[in-house]
């Protein structure tokens, strides 16, 4: 069956560190990947999104990058991070087919920035 | 914009009655979703229908969707302590990727 394995849970990291959370996702090929950030009590903003290796598609101009170095893995990373990049992370995959199914989340990462 | 809209955006029900929610969307779709969200978690897909379904059930959970009216609703029977989570639809709308777009959620807390 497939699975999807995103961490850190939480972080907390200072202003102008790096960050890098890694989503990974088994039992499939070929998924299509996405970053999800949510605001508290708010839905969910498409951060970024990959079809395939080393190719990511940026929905919203960001202090934050994405790559996929391996087809199952989805790396969300940032160079220094502002207070802004506060929030909860989510990774999800879905098949490259869209068919009966949904797309299947991660757990999330709580990221606080101090 | 495509995105849903959920009505309403909170919702306390006592166990055992029902919780209705609705969604509202604006461009022709070709599925609509409704995911669940455990307070700091992950998101878990519950259901999809299709733009030529007019209702679908899953346990307790029923599904109704009005392509002419670009609307849906949750029913979720007789709600139990559990069920209090937050409620999202998304619709799917074209081809490609980048074709999910979520609505704003409902909360709904069941009390027991």
């Known amino acids: 069956s497939q699975t999807i394995h995103q961490w850190p849970a939480t972080l907390v990291q200072p202003v102008g560190s790096p960050l890098s959370l890694e989503c990974t996702v088994e039992?499939?090929?070929?998924?299509?990947l996405y970053w999800y950030r949510q605001a508290a009590g708010r839905g969910l903003q498409l951060l970024f999104y990959?079809?395939?290796?080393?190719?990511i598609s940026s929905e919203v101009p960001q202090n934050l990058s994405a790559s996929r170095p391996q087809d199952r893995q989805f790396i969300l990373s940032s160079k220094k991070l502002l207070l802004s990049d506060s929030g909860f992370y989510l990774c999800a995959w879905s098949p490259t087919q869209q068919g009966s199914g949904g797309y299947t989340f991660g757990s999330g990462t709580r990221l606080t920035v101090v | 914009s495509q995105q849903g809209e959920e009505d309403p955006q909170a919702l306390s029900i006592q166990e055992g009655e029902n919780a209705t929610m609705n969604c509202s969307y604006k461009t022709s779709i070709n599925n609509l979703q409704w995911y669940r969200q455990n307070s700091g978690r992950g998101l878990v897909h519950l259901i999809l229908i299709r733009s030529n379904e007019r209702e679908k059930h899953s346990g307790r959970l029923r599904v109704t969707l009005d392509t002419s009216k670009k609307s849906s609703s949750l029913l979720i029977t007789a709600s139990r302590a559990a069920d209090t989570a937050s409620y999202f639809c998304a619709t799917v709308s074209g081809t490609g990727a980048n074709n999910l777009f979520f609505g704003t959620g409902t909360r709904l807390t069941v009390i027991p």
């Open positions: 990959s079809v395939g290796i080393g190719q």
């Open positions: 039992g499939t090929s070929n998924p299509n």
